[in-house]
C-alpha cells in the first residue's frame, strides 16, 4: 500500500509533464502557422471540386436505369477496356443489368482479350475464349506491361472505383470531363507547376496532371444502339452510372431492404404504443 502511494506522485508528476509538452509544442506549431504560412501551391488554389451528378440510383430511393447501364458498358468496352481493368465483375453479372443469357455468352466469346488458361495439350500457358463464369481478363500481363504502355503509370482497376474515390460517379464525371489546357493565370503565378511532358492537366485531379491522355476525344465516339445522343457528356455520365453499379451491384436490393426495415419498426411502434395504452389504462400517471 505504502508503495503504491509512493508511486502515486510521481505518476501526477510525469503526466503533468507530458501534458506541458504537448500544450507547448501546439502553441509552437500555432506560433510557426502564424509567423511562417503554408505558401499557397498549384494544387491547392486550382484543383476544384467534382460538379453535381444526377443520377437515376441516387438517394435513398434510388434505382438503376438499365438502359444507362448498357451505354455505360459499351462506354467501357469500347474505349476504358483498353486500359482499365474490371476484375471484381464477371461477364455473367451482366443479365443483372438486362442482357440475356445469349447475349452474355456472345459478349464473352467476342472479348477482345482472351483468359490465360494452360493449354490442355502442352500444358504451356496459352489463352481461351472467355466463359460467362470468367472474369473481365485484364488488359495488360502484369503492372511492368501496363507501365510501359502508360508513361510509366498503372491504370486503376474500376471495379471499385466510385467506392474509393470521394464523391464516387461525380469525381469520375467530372474527370473524364475535365481535361483543357493549363490555365494561363496558373502558368504565371506557378511558373514551376508547368504541366510536364507526356501527362495532361485536369483541375479535377489532386494533382493537376495525370498520365491518362482524355479517353473521351469527341461527340460520336461510341454509337449508342437505342438513339441517345452520344455527347461527351453523355458518355462520361452513363460510364460513371455504370460504374456505380460495378461498384454496388446489390444496392436496390439494400435500399429495399432499408425501406423494409423502417417499415417494419414504424408498426412496432405503433403496436408498442397500443399495447401500453390497453396494459395501463386503468393506472393513473
Known amino acids: 500500500m505504502l508503495s503504491f502511494l509512493g508511486v ?27 509567423q511562417e504560412p503554408e505558401k499557397p501551391t498549384a494544387e491547392h488554389e486550382f484543383h476544384k471540386h467534382p460538379k453535381e451528378l444526377e443520377l437515376a440510383s441516387n438517394g435513398i430511393t434510388g434505382k ?7 451505354r455505360g458498358f ?32 456472345a459478349i464473352a466469346t467476342q472479348w477482345a482479350i482472351e483468359t490465360p488458361a494452360p493449354n490442355p495439350e502442352t500444358g504451356e500457358m496459352a489463352t481461351r475464349k472467355n466463359l460467362p463464369s470468367d472474369h ?5 500481363a502484369n ?22 474515390r470521394h464523391d464516387g460517379a461525380a469525381y469520375v464525371h467530372s474527370l473524364l470531363t475535365g481535361f ?3 490555365p494561363a493565370e496558373l502558368l504565371k503565378k506557378f511558373p514551376e507547376a508547368k504541366t510536364p511532358e507526356g501527362l495532361h492537366y485536369n483541375p479535377y485531379f489532386a494533382t493537376l496532371n495525370l498520365a491518362m491522355a482524355p479517353p473521351l ?43 423494409a426495415a ?8 405503433v403496436l408498442t404504443w397500443g399495447a401500453y395504452q390497453s396494459v395501463w389504462r386503468d393506472v393513473k400517471h
Not at 438503376?64 to 448498357?70: C, H, K, N, P
Not at 501496363?146 to 508513361?151: D, E, T
Open 180 to 182: 483543357q489546357e493549363q
Open 74 to 105: 459499351q462506354v467501357y468496352k469500347e474505349v476504358c477496356s483498353a486500359c482499365h481493368s474490371l476484375k471484381l465483375v464477371a461477364f455473367r453479372d451482366l443479365q443483372q443489368i438486362g442482357y440475356s443469357e445469349a447475349e452474355v455468352k
Open 136 to 140: 473481365f481478363p485484364a488488359p495488360f
Open 8 to 34: 502515486r506522485p510521481f505518476a501526477f508528476l510525469a503526466g503533468l509533464a507530458f501534458a506541458m509538452m504537448a500544450l507547448i509544442g501546439g502553441i509552437s506549431t500555432v506560433v510557426g502557422m502564424v
Open 217 to 259: 476525344t469527341g461527340d460520336g465516339q461510341v454509337g449508342y444502339t437505342d438513339g441517345t445522343k452520344a455527347t461527351v457528356d453523355q458518355m462520361a455520365k452513363d460510364v460513371s452510372a455504370f460504374l456505380v453499379w460495378t461498384a454496388e451491384p446489390k444496392l436496390e436490393a439494400r435500399h429495399s431492404a432499408g425501406w
Open 64 to 70: 438503376f436505369d438499365r438502359r444507362q447501364l448498357q
Open 262 to 269: 423502417v417499415i417494419f419498426l414504424l408498426i412496432f411502434c
Open 143 to 164: 503492372d511492368i506491361a501496363a507501365r510501359a504502355a502508360n508513361n510509366n503509370a498503372v491504370p486503376p482497376d474500376l471495379s471499385l472505383m466510385t467506392k474509393a
